[in-house]
């Protein structure tokens, strides 16, 4: 694990989507432990309050709002009710996300492939469009939570690959868009981060796909997947955290547009 940078987000605010999953989760107590308050948004009330409690150690302001990022009526009123609570928000992690089904192209239900462009791409655009509205005046900082399956594209991910791709390519395009309202915009793209619940189930259905590309059994999938990683390890919450604190960081005041891999040491 990385060691932990200093920063100062002491007063300021950060907006968390996806904020009761496990990156969310670790995000917002690294955030917190620096002395920012956090606006947690997620579908999954009861997650979401078990963090909240969590995140009382800091004795930081916590706010929490239940919100489903395919509305964007959903996602305004969330934004409008933070920045009531608030005054503003100086930060946004675009984190909200659903990875969808393993299978090969040929086979890949049209019913979820549509359902992860609903949250991976339409999900980020309202929460993306509804903070470049609010920081147009003060500034700020966003990153999306991409993925290194939009760098590579791999197998049996069709929908998924797909929709980090796209989330790759609007973090671009809107680095240039709102550059002149001091709004920075990155990406961050995890890829093999565990152990937890994803990684799990990852290699399970990796496993069950029965591909050419890895094997039948899930810790032999797992064996395969580390083995392609030049560092022979993955990556952990926390650095995932500690790369999304950079990005909003001072230190990072220069850079936009940036898609920043989490790839366990690649």
Not at 222 to 248: K, T, Y
Request: with cysteine.
């Amino acid at each position: 694990m990385s060691a932990k940078a200093s920063y100062s987000f002491e007063g300021k605010t950060i907006l968390i989507t996806g904020g009761a999953g496990d990156i969310g989760r670790a995000t917002a107590h690294r955030f917190a432990s620096d002395r920012a308050n956090i606006v947690l948004l997620d579908l999954n009330a009861a997650k979401m309050a078990d963090v909240a409690q969590e995140l009382a150690q800091y004795k930081v302001s916590v706010a929490t709002f239940s919100c489903d990022v395919t509305s964007s009526d959903d996602v305004n009123k969330a934004f409008a009710s933070a920045i009531e609570q608030f005054g503003r928000i100086d930060y946004v992690f675009n984190n909200a996300g659903y990875q969808g089904l393993f299978t090969t192209t040929d086979e890949y239900p049209e019913d979820d492939f549509q359902k992860v462009l609903d949250i991976n791409v339409a999900g980020v655009f309202h929460v993306l469009k509804a903070a470049a509205q609010h920081m147009r005046e003060s500034g700020g900082a966003i990153a999306n939570t991409a993925s290194y399956a939009g760098v590579v594209g791999p197998p049996n991910m069709l929908a998924y690959a797909a929709s980090k791709f796209a989330v790759i390519g609007m973090t671009q395009t809107a680095a240039k868009d709102l550059a002149p309202y001091g709004i920075r915009v990155n990406a961050i793209s995890p890829a093999l981060i565990g152990p937890g619940m994803m990684w799990t189930r990852q290699t399970e259905l990796q496993a069950a796909v029965g591909s050419q590309y890895f094997s039948s059994n899930p810790k032999q999938v797992e064996q395969q997947m580390i083995d392609s990683v030049p560092m022979r390890r993955l990556g952990s919450l926390e650095e995932v955290a500690n790369g999304v604190a950079f990005l909003m960081s001072d230190e990072a005041s220069y850079i936009t547009g940036f898609n920043l891999e989490i790839t366990g040491g690649q």
